[in-house]
């Protein structure tokens, strides 16, 4: 046999896929683990199926893993796929749109049979007619091969047929030169009590790696140069993780004890889960019965001196929306985090959205502005995630952290920060007072117009609490017309000023030309990488991004009068360009997109080249 060749390649984007029994996290992720060893830059999509236990070749059963990886600049899971590893009918029917014209589909032809065709809609087997032509199809019998290498195993049926995963990965790592190490130690110590599926998972990941180097339908394989980091220690990271490291840090830095109160709801679960194991730093998490008892446990927590957090998505956001409003209103220190999916109701529950800002600005009963931070990536929801603690403690505020599915789920290089350089994160309780003097709970900072935070039980600072209006100063209650709209003012004063301590805005590209991209939230990667492709054909085009949704940064009206045109993409209806466009009162566009996914940076592209060549209409 003619030896292989080995193409260099600066970029590849892969996508598993396949029935949700069939591995497809386990077999994406553990390809991001020996991506990070092989130091390229990556991002991820995971893709689940919403449905819990949807039959099996069904394709709204169809669990992917889409990985973007490179030696260059990596900012998005990838607009079209390189390799498609489809394990069964369905898992093709879903996915080829998702395949570039001349990409490969690598299929389990051993899952193409009757009863899985008709599944999945098929009125023919695709892999007999042409629907497939303009496609390299690379046909593996992986369920044979798979059953035939653990002949002698002591595994069952299903348990050898469950194993399959292992053998694509073992190619797919062959395929594209990763190293096998870090997936045979995982297997190692993940079945390290179960000899017989860690012998038979290690065998097949061995097999599959070697039958690339074997089989006559491969003449070369793919090789990715390292990319160019900036120096440092880095981990491949999910945004769940990061959001919980940053919440974690931020206990540390401030003294507080974290406490995480919570309903178990997709994508927030993640939260909840990560967050128990770190009770070695004293922290406390309570799942809740419901969405309403888990806010009203943060409220507790943050009246008793502690750092508290509460997560969920939309539905439990709409659910917990009075007791924000009475967290609003006793000002008391407390982060929200809603991790976006697709609504309204359970809508697309697996899928990822943008669509709650507008219910996070204004979905609460009264005027009841509150600061809304929104990280951009998988590994700026550490940052995010201390930026929120440290508003809500500095001013005495709730605060809401608008994530969303897949940041939650997406993985990325992440440089792990010098705890020594984060910003300060100063802590002042009410002190005991020894006077006859009436404690004053409502007399305000002068610079942030934060109320004082009195620990309960601590002496002389007794003093009511609840949703009744408060009396400006004092804290009783109060029904006075005027004191009422003060009281309302300076809330919203205490959120304007917010505005106050943030940096300066970074404009990516030019400074100043033809059009200015907005963006907020996981939208960074698509429009930073658009802005590239426009910059690199001569278009005068730059971008700017919003981790502060509100209030909005102070520099942002005098950055976008420097452009002609104004356009703003969300995975919204367009929420973010009402308000832009309420506030300044600017001609600002809209650029939608609603299908549970990513926004593909080629469709950023079209659009600003249309605006710009004068075919697009105010949106």
Not at 209 to 233: I, K, M, N
Not at 538 to 548: E, K, M, N, T
Request: overall charge negative; some cysteine; aromatic content about 8%.
């Amino acid at each position: 046999m003619a030896p292989k060749t080995v193409e260099s390649i600066a970029e590849a984007t892969i996508l598993f896929a396949g029935d949700s029994g069939d591995g497809m996290q386990l077999t994406g992720s553990q390809f991001t683990l020996a991506t990070a060893y092989a130091m390229n830059d990556l991002a991820t999509l995971p893709d689940f199926p919403a449905e819990i236990r949807a039959p099996a070749g069904t394709t709204y059963g169809v669990s992917g893993f889409q990985l973007h990886f490179g030696s260059v600049n990596i900012q998005t899971p990838g607009d079209e796929v390189d390799l498609l590893v489809a394990m069964n009918p369905a898992a093709l029917k879903v996915n080829l749109e998702r395949v570039r014209k001349g990409g490969s589909v690598l299929v389990n032809t051993s899952a193409f049979e009757k009863r899985s065709l008709d599944l999945a809609g098929y009125e023919e087997d695709p892999l007999e007619n042409d629907s497939l032509d303009g496609y390299q199809v690379i046909r593996v019998e992986l369920t044979k091969l798979t059953r035939e290498a653990l002949k002698d195993s002591p595994l069952n049926q299903k348990e050898i047929d469950r194993s399959k995963n292992m053998f694509a990965l073992g190619l797919a790592l062959w395929l594209y030169s990763r190293p096998v190490d870090p997936a045979q130690r995982w297997i190692s110590q993940k079945f390290a009590k179960k000899p017989a599926i860690m012998e038979a998972n290690l065998h097949l990941l061995k097999k599959g790696y070697h039958y690339g180097e074997t089989t006559e339908q491969f003449v070369s394989r793919f090789e990715v140069d390292p990319a160019s980091l900036e120096p440092g220690r880095y981990r491949a990271i999910q945004g769940v993780h990061a959001l919980a490291l940053g919440l974690l840090a931020a206990s540390v830095e401030s003294g507080l004890p974290l406490f995480y109160g919570s309903y178990p709801i997709t994508p927030a679960s993640d939260l909840l889960h990560t967050l128990s194991r770190y009770k070695h730093f004293g922290v406390m998490t309570f799942q809740a019965e419901d969405e309403i008892a888990a806010v009203g446990s943060a409220i507790g927590a943050a009246f008793g001196g502690s750092l508290a957090v509460t997560g969920t998505s939309g539905p439990g956001v709409a659910l917990k929306a009075e007791a924000i409003g009475l967290a609003h209103i006793m000002e008391l220190p407390m982060v929200i985090v809603n991790m976006q999916r697709g609504g309204p109701s359970t809508g697309l529950p697996t899928k990822t959205e943008q669509s709650d800002l507008l219910q996070a600005m204004f979905g609460r009963n009264g005027d009841s502005s509150i600061p809304i931070v929104a990280p951009s990536t998988p590994g700026d929801c550490f940052e995010a995630a201390y930026e929120a603690a440290r508003i809500a403690v500095t001013y005495m505020t709730p605060v809401i952290l608008l994530s969303d599915g897949y940041l939650a789920n997406g993985s990325a290089p992440w440089l792990i920060p010098d705890v020594s350089k984060l910003p300060p994160f100063p802590v002042q309780f009410a002190k005991e007072s020894l006077s006859d003097e009436e404690f004053r709970p409502y007399v305000r900072n002068k610079e942030t117009l934060a109320r004082p935070w009195a620990k309960p039980g601590t002496k002389g600072l007794e003093h009511r609490i609840g949703g009744l209006e408060k009396q400006d100063g004092t804290g009783n209650v109060s029904y006075d017309a005027g004191n009422h709209e003060t009281m309302t003012r300076l809330r919203e004063e205490k959120t304007d000023r917010v505005a106050r301590d943030l940096p300066p805005l970074e404009v990516y590209g030019k400074t100043e030309g033809d059009v200015l991209i907005i963006g907020w939230g996981s939208t960074r990667g698509s429009i930073e990488a658009a802005t590239d492709r426009l910059l690199a054909a001569g278009r005068s085009v730059g971008a700017v991004h919003l981790r502060h949704v509100n209030p909005l940064p102070l520099d942002l009206k005098s950055i976008c009068d420097r452009f002609t045109h104004l356009v703003v993409p969300e995975l919204n209806n367009g929420q973010m360009v009402r308000i832009l466009r309420d506030r300044f009162l600017l001609p600002f566009q809209s650029l939608t997109k609603i299908q549970g996914r990513p926004f593909p940076a080629g469709e950023i592209v079209s659009f600003v080249e249309s605006m710009i060549d004068g075919h697009t209409d105010n949106g």
